[in-house]
């Protein structure tokens, strides 16, 4: 049966096209005319973690839909990638989910367009492996971690359905040992919790994956968001701006503007791995960064919704190793 990627709670919203006017030109930073949108890169505190890290040499592979390469806010931030849909190596997104997960990752920064992305020094590797429909078998999606891993991903996004990621790792199915052994070679594996707002029990504790949450502006944990994983953080997934592809796509069919707002645990997790790849660059190991970003979460209220608690970056990267 073939996977659904997790589905997204709103459609996208249309945004002006003049979001997309350019700086100045060369390399003078200019501010992302967007960034006041972006309200979840200030929940999680990564403009203070921006201050020591900005996840320069990082590559994050976005396993997903593929990605609108030609993105004004996202060219200059791929390398190579691949489609295991088409088996080719032009991982166009047909969808649009993944360019929304892969905006929030590493959209370009201080470039006068659009918004900014939560890893801006790092890049993107986008591995389609799931169709124009979102969905995917189970087989492509073992492939692209794998690939992602033996080609350098040094952290390894999964914005997918929870009926079929998180059920194969709550019972030790075919993804667990793809990502034990992307995880081996270096990679830390990020993935959404899923979106039917149940409580999950823990899966095999020796699957080496941080699960990831939704909250929502209040810090509240989001209502659809599946919860009780074990080791489980959450990031803000509510009302989540990013880059959409510039053409019809089943994300963009009213909204062509190149952005747009979804809301899910597929958008909190790539907040995550931008986090992660900010502790790459501080030369941390894949356990390493998932204990930092698991220790340095907050949660003062103990509610079980947000596990371990909401992310915080800035602290993460202050932390000892």
């Not at 801006?120 to 690939?147: C, E, F, Q, Y």
């Amino acid at each position: 049966m073939g996977l659904r990627r997790t589905t997204s709670v709103l459609l996208a919203t249309a945004v002006a096209s003049a979001a997309l006017v350019t700086g100045c030109g060369g390399d003078e930073a200019t501010p992302d005319p967007m960034r006041g949108q972006q309200w979840a890169l200030d929940a999680i505190k990564l403009p203070d973690a921006w201050k020591t890290t900005k996840g320069d040499d990082t590559v994050i592979a976005v396993v997903d839909t593929g990605a609108d390469l030609k993105h004004p806010d996202l060219k200059g931030r791929f390398v190579d990638g691949h489609d295991f849909v088409d088996n080719d190596d032009d991982p166009t997104d047909e969808n649009g989910h993944g360019t929304h997960v892969s905006g929030i990752a590493a959209a370009a920064t201080d470039n006068g367009i659009g918004i900014a992305g939560g890893a801006p020094g790092a890049k993107i590797m986008p591995v389609r492996v799931l169709g124009a429909d979102g969905s995917g078998s189970n087989a492509n999606i073992t492939k692209g971690i794998l690939w992602a891993a033996e080609h350098g991903a040094d952290v390894i996004n999964l914005s997918l359905g929870e009926s079929g990621l998180m059920a194969r790792l709550l019972k030790g199915g075919v993804l667990n040992p793809a990502i034990a052994a992307a995880h081996a070679k270096g990679a830390v594996v990020v993935a959404a919790a899923g979106n039917d707002g149940t409580v999950l029990q823990p899966y095999k504790p020796q699957t080496p994956v941080l699960v990831v949450g939704a909250s929502g502006p209040a810090n509240k944990p989001a209502d659809f968001s599946n919860f009780g994983a074990q080791d489980a953080v959450t990031a803000p997934g509510v009302k989540i701006l990013s880059t959409l592809p510039t053409y019809e796509t089943q994300e963009t069919k009213k909204n062509k503007s190149g952005y747009g707002t979804l809301d899910g645990t597929s958008m909190a997790a790539p907040y995550v791995s931008a986090v992660a790849a900010l502790l790459h660059q501080q030369g941390r190991t894949p356990d390493q960064i998932m204990e930092a970003i698991r220790s340095t979460a907050h949660n003062p209220q103990k509610l079980a919704k947000l596990g371990l608690g909401i992310v915080d970056a800035g602290a993460a990267v202050a932390a000892k190793k």
